[in-house]
């Protein structure tokens, strides 16, 4: 999953504009929105093209993918796109009020190295998993052993 800031709308307009594309869905997230990739009838994917180029960020909290985060770090060393910019933000932190990474890194101090928990699954995550922030997550564990001591199992998806 991308995600796109206004300005870079231009460039989804090129990819797209008068060409046919495929929409290929993966799922539906909790809005009720359909989460899918967009590919031109060439092959071209629309996550790959505006990553490489430095017009998105890679949100790592709904997609896994290698090659994104392969490319976003190509993007970031080679300062293309919004990664030009000194202190870039990333759209979730903004919209949660962080306007620059000193406040990034204050709120998300505690976070480091924690686990949070499911409390009907049972099951705990690290900080980069999707499930991370579900609503039964409300365990938060200081360690991986001490989830498993209290009986938790570790996330098969990002295997904490």
């Not at 999953?1 to 231009?10: H, I």
């Not at 180029?53 to 909290?61: M, R």
Request: some cysteine.
């Amino acid at each position: 999953m991308v995600s796109l800031f206004p300005r870079q709308q231009k460039n989804l307009h090129d990819f797209c504009f008068g060409k046919d594309v495929l929409i290929i869905p993966e799922t539906i997230d909790k809005y009720g929105r359909t989460v899918a990739h967009v590919r031109s009838l060439d092959g071209s994917d629309l996550s790959v093209e505006i990553i490489a180029a430095g017009l998105s960020w890679h949100y790592k909290k709904y997609s896994s993918s290698q090659l994104l985060e392969t490319l976003e770090n190509k993007a970031k060393k080679n300062k293309i796109g919004l990664w030009q910019d000194n202190d870039p933000i990333a759209p979730w932190n903004w919209r949660n009020g962080i306007r620059n990474s000193n406040q990034l890194n204050q709120n998300n101090a505690y976070l480091i190295n924690k686990f949070h928990g499911n409390v009907s699954s049972k099951i705990f995550h690290k900080s980069t998993c999707k499930y991370y922030n579900c609503k039964n997550c409300i365990n938060i564990f200081n360690s991986r052993e001490e989830a498993i001591l209290q009986g938790f199992r570790p996330c098969g998806l990002c295997n904490p």
